[in-house]
Nanobody, 115 residues
Framework: QVQLVESGGGLVQPGGSLKLSCAAS????????MGWYRQAPGIQRESVAQ???????YYADSVKGRFTISRDNAKNTVNLQMNTLNSADTAVYYC?????????WGQGTQVTVSS
């Protein structure tokens, strides 16, 4: 088992930036894929960004060029740098990990983009 704890969410104005962090309770080196999903009210949860143990990354089209995912195996963290935020980015953001057998999820952190 592993606990994933997100932090860094909050209220930001359009055009602003936020950095989300996900801290794992154990080594993340065994997780093939880690990433971030988000869910806005009334909308299905969607993948935002993912990163493999080898450092390969995937981004949703809606965030390409604005969001950057990174993982630090030494600190057992996965970060999501979000720039040029807009109202469509408002959602609860969830940290995700997959070890080849099952998925693990954090509790989520709210990101609200509003003036």
């Amino acid at each position: 088992q592993v606990q994933l704890v997100e932090s860094g969410g909050g209220l930001v104005q359009p055009g602003g930036s936020l950095k989300l962090s996900c801290a794992a309770s154990k080594s993340i080196s065994s997780f093939n894929i880690m990433g971030w999903y988000r869910q806005a009210p009334g909308i299905q949860r969607e993948s935002v960004a993912q990163i493999t143990t080898g450092g390969d990354t995937y981004y949703a089209d809606s965030v390409k060029g604005r969001f950057t995912i990174s993982r630090d195996n030494a600190k057992n963290t996965v970060n999501l740098q979000m720039n040029t935020l807009n109202s469509a980015d408002t959602a609860v953001y969830y940290c995700y990990a997959h070890n080849g057998y099952r998925d693990f999820w954090g509790q989520g952190t709210q990101v609200t983009v509003s003036s």
